[in-house]
């Protein structure tokens, strides 16, 4: 009944689902045409940008809390310099 047609169409999503993973882990590639490995290509290259750009800002940021850490130890050294 209505219950097997929503499991028929959830097993479908899934298999669907676990091709794509697969092509994007570049597994069993045979499959698809030029098209469709272009649009992978194109999606793979938009997802590398985003994750590069997510990895210079974690980068940036680090360097400010290190540049931070060390005018505050350059302060601390100072007045210890003093005493």
Not at 47 to 60: A, C, G, P, T
């Amino acid at each position: 009944g209505n219950w097997c047609h929503e499991y028929r169409k959830l097993k479908a999503k899934v298999e669907t689902i676990q091709k794509c993973q697969k092509h994007l882990m570049g597994e069993d590639l045979e499959s698809l045409n030029l098209k469709e490995l272009q649009q992978l290509e194109q999606q793979l290259e938009s997802s590398l940008k985003h994750i590069r750009s997510r990895k210079n800002q974690l980068m940036h940021e680090s360097i400010s809390e290190f540049q931070k850490k060390e005018r505050s130890l350059q302060e601390e050294n100072k007045v210890l310099q003093k005493e």
